[in-house]
């Protein structure tokens, strides 16, 4: 099963997933760590990403898909993974159904963490202090809300038109009542699972 999660910068998506990818053994398949790794091993697709990854804008739809693609190709993803990051626009999100086609799998539950934008703005500040990643900026946080709103916040409304199923999760809690509200929604599926 795939699950994707879902939310605006500082959400908690990383966190929780990492959390459920331990907990199931599921791979957690972040599109900003990817990134990330690639800008710090200096390859072309790093070098590409860096400088609109530091802006706070969103890399091409091509890109991405072209780099969801082969990560969904690998074996250890064929039961299941943990979306974070990706689609997050709403051609990405198309393109991820088709290909989620041509493979025989299927989008299980999209988690759409809820926090407000003054909580979101504390955290990335404080994550500044302690990660120094180079877009918890306040100039790059402000941009990436903009970006977030204009072209991810619809990816939503394309899953609850296509009938996916969407469940919102109250990111605005200790870490751990957040798991507990996601495993709640999984219930007695697992997300390794198929989908019932
Ligand atoms: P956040 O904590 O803001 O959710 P991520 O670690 O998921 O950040 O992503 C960091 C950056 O990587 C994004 O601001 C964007 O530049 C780039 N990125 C990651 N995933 C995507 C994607 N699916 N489409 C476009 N850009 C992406």
Redesign the pocket.
């Known amino acids: 099963m795939i699950t994707i999660l879902f939310?605006?910068?500082?959400?908690g998506?990383?966190t929780q997933a990492a959390i459920i990818s331990e907990r199931f053994s599921l791979p957690h398949v972040?599109?900003?760590?990817m990134?990330?790794d690639e800008v710090a091993a200096g390859s072309d697709l790093g070098e590409e990403?860096a400088p609109?990854?530091k802006d706070?804008?969103?890399?091409?739809?091509n890109v991405?898909v072209r780099v969801?693609e082969r990560r969904l190709a690998q074996p250890d993803a064929a039961g299941g993974v943990l979306l974070?990051?990706?689609?997050?626009?709403v051609p990405?999100a198309e393109e991820l159904d088709d290909m989620l086609e041509r493979s025989g799998r299927e989008i299980g539950v999209v988690l759409f963490f809820d926090v407000p934008e003054a909580e979101l703005q504390k955290r990335?500040a404080h994550r500044a202090e302690i990660d120094h990643r180079a877009?918890d900026t306040p100039e790059?946080f402000v941009k990436?809300m903009r970006?977030y709103e204009a072209k991810t916040a619809p990816v939503v409304d394309y899953y609850q038109e296509r009938g996916t199923r969407v469940e919102y999760v109250n990111g605005n809690a200790p870490i751990a009542a957040v798991t507990d509200s996601i495993l709640t929604i999984y219930g007695d599926q697992s997300p390794r699972g198929e989908v019932a």
Request: net charge negative; hydrophobic share 30%.
């Open positions: 939310g605006p910068p500082g959400c998506k990383g972040s599109t900003g760590e990134l990330r990403v609109i990854m706070g804008g969103l890399i091409p739809d991405m969801i974070d990051g990706f689609p997050r626009t990405q990335i877009d790059a990436r970006e």
